[in-house]
């Protein structure tokens, strides 16, 4: 019989280290579940290169003049496009798995399995996620890759590292409305389409999918305000201009706080709304 | 180790629980036993911190559960009463593997710790198909390995039993009996009462979110004044029904007789009024020329305490 002690660390940096470590279990228990759905895995893949060819056709449609220049160059409009395409399925995906994550876990009925280990609600609620966090970004930087390659886009290879920089100082404040999200969702138990609105208003106005120049002066210069917005540039600039780190820092430097004040407002919602769902005995119940 | 007292919850205008107390001493199971709705699996959630009492206080191991600190919950195992509480996408090793982890067990430990359980619950053979193939009672075998992982100091089941088969079931309750032998406080939580005889140390029975006794299993049967029962009567050639008008004279202000529905041609349910005594009924019986071949219970001793307590007759 092997040794069956409970092993519980003390301190906080070896509580850390323990915590993290459980998220690797998730990261295994998630993955695994995902190809047990093989068919959805691999039509998720051909959805994505399907509507790059959509994408494709629609561009050779569209006057190239009507498309800003990036360092001075005319980009064709599947290159405008690519990023906003990458950007938008990385958003609906990360916001919709976060959101959902939970979701599962309480429909399922392993949510209060999971709560009767000495694992704690943050680390419950990141290891939900930390799959998909992990996974879509790698989907995200694939699918750029190959629909280049394809159809012959000219992305600047220098611009990938600063590209992916501004990525990772997005994937929170994402992370953080999923979080609120699946809090709500807890509380209201269908109360993530509210949230789902929300994001689908700010990709409209983010340049995404369409110069922001097309619209009425005051709604391009809110939509400029928009965090999509300023990760759609941050990730545009180095990738189609070849701007290197140029344009990078200032990026940077409004998604981070933005991405905090996301995730902790996240986690707080989350939090309340769980120890609210405990108190009132219905954490089970969906 | 467990300690509940003057617990009450309400879900809503629906009393869940009024006032209930109960302890759980080191070694000892306690039958928490009572009909759907005695408040069973509403005290069971309250002691693993799953649920807040509007009164009262549930401590485990000397710590308020609602609070369930991971020192707690490390130390506790929770078998759940639904059947829902498994990855069913990925294996039953998968599924301890990944508790495991969470327990703090390392891959390795997790991966044999699994393994051993997989097969003290007979599922070794099973352990890498998919939880969702798994019957009910494969599952609820899954779900006790589970609360097994960390060989926990308290241990709360749910309707452990509830779908396995008697086997089964006697294996799961050896497996059990062994953990409080090794100083475990087990609370095991059923509405069958046939499971305790033998295997529970104390019972509490609930009623309607009230303790409606608490008590060994022997006081538990002691409370129980047996008055239905079923006597065999030699009738010669007459038939049942012919026979019941000159045997309810024979008994009659004591007791009514009548030909028993789903018994053989010479059974007959013989009720005992309030204060009738048995002997003087069957004197009475033998004085009208009826030849008394047995009497037992209709039902068990601890069958009919149950009933009596938990507020049904039939």
Not at chain 2, 35 to 54: I, M
Not at chain 2, 64 to 85: K, N
Not at chain 2, 244 to 255: I, N, Y
């Amino acid at each position: 019989m092997t040794s069956v002690a409970p092993h519980l660390a003390h301190g906080r940096a070896a509580v850390f280290r323990a915590e993290s470590r459980k998220l690797a279990a998730f990261v295994r228990r998630d993955f695994l579940i995902a190809w047990s759905y093989r068919l959805p895995f691999v039509g998720e893949w051909v959805g994505l290169v399907l509507q790059a060819f959509m994408f494709y056709f629609v561009g050779l449609m569209v006057d190239p003049a009507k498309l800003p220049t990036f360092g001075g160059s005319q980009v064709s409009y599947l290159e405008f496009v690519a990023v906003g395409i990458a950007l938008a399925a990385f958003i609906a995906l990360a916001l919709g798995r976060v959101a959902s994550g939970m979701q599962e876990e309480q429909v399922t009925g392993t949510l209060e399995s999971l709560l009767m280990t000495p694992t704690s609600p943050t680390t419950i609620q990141i290891g939900s996620v930390v799959y998909d966090l992990l996974y879509i970004p790698i989907r995200t930087g694939v699918f750029l890759v190959i629909i280049a390659l394809a159809f012959g886009l000219d992305f600047t290879l220098s611009g990938l590292l600063p590209a992916a920089v501004v990525l990772l100082a997005f994937i929170p404040f994402v992370w953080g409305l999923g979080v609120a999200s699946a809090g709500t969702t807890l509380t209201f138990r269908r109360g993530s389409g509210f949230i789902g609105l929300g994001s689908s208003v700010l990709i409209l106005f983010s340049g995404a999918f369409f110069p922001l120049d097309l619209l009425p002066g005051w709604v391009t210069t809110l939509a400029e305000l928009n965090p999509i917005t300023i990760a759609v540039d941050g990730m545009r600039e180095p990738l189609l201009a070849g701007s290197g780190w140029d344009g990078v820092g200032r990026a940077v430097a409004v998604l981070v706080p933005l991405s905090v004040v996301s995730l902790t407002a996240g986690v707080l919602t989350f939090r309340w709304a769980l120890r609210r769902e405990r108190r009132q005995g219905t954490l089970g119940l969906y | 180790m467990v300690e509940a007292r003057g617990i009450s919850r309400r879900f809503g205008p629906r009393v869940a629980l009024d006032g209930v107390s109960l302890l759980v001493d080191e070694g000892e199971i306690v039958a928490l036993l009572g009909p759907n709705g005695a408040g069973k699996t509403t005290l069971v959630r309250v002691l693993t911190g799953l649920v807040k009492p509007d009164a009262g206080e549930a401590r485990v191991l000397g710590i308020e559960t609602w609070d369930c600190p991971r020192e707690l919950r490390a130390r506790m195992g929770l078998v759940p009463s639904g059947d829902r509480s498994l990855y069913l996408r990925i294996s039953g090793l998968e599924n301890l593997m990944f508790f495991g982890r969470l327990h703090g067990l390392s891959r390795r430990e997790a991966k044999a710790r699994a393994w051993d359980l997989l097969e003290i619950v007979g599922l070794a053979d099973a352990a890498r198909l998919r939880s969702g193939f798994y019957s009910h009672g494969m599952q609820k075998r899954l779900s006790i390995a589970r609360a097994l992982l960390t060989e926990p100091s308290v241990l709360m089941i749910d309707e452990a039993t509830h779908d396995l088969d008697p086997e089964a079931a006697t294996s799961m309750r050896d497996l059990v009996r062994g953990l409080a032998d090794r100083g475990a406080a087990v609370v095991w939580a059923t509405q069958r009462i046939e499971e305790i005889r033998g295997f529970a140390d104390r019972v509490t029975l609930l009623r309607t979110g009230e303790v409606a006794f608490e008590g060994t299993v022997s006081q538990l049967v002691a409370v129980a004044v047996p008055r239905r029962y079923v006597v065999r009567l030699r009738n010669g050639s007459a038939a049942a029904r012919e026979l019941e008008p000159a045997l309810q004279d024979a008994v009659r202000g004591r007791a009514t007789i009548a030909a028993a529905a789903d018994g053989d041609a010479e059974d007959f349910l013989l009720h005992l009024a309030e204060d009738a005594v048995l002997g003087e009924v069957l004197a009475s019986l033998t004085a009208a020329d009826v030849d008394v071949v047995a009497c037992r219970e209709e039902r068990s001793e601890i069958e009919n305490a149950y009933l009596n307590l938990a507020g049904s007759t039939e």
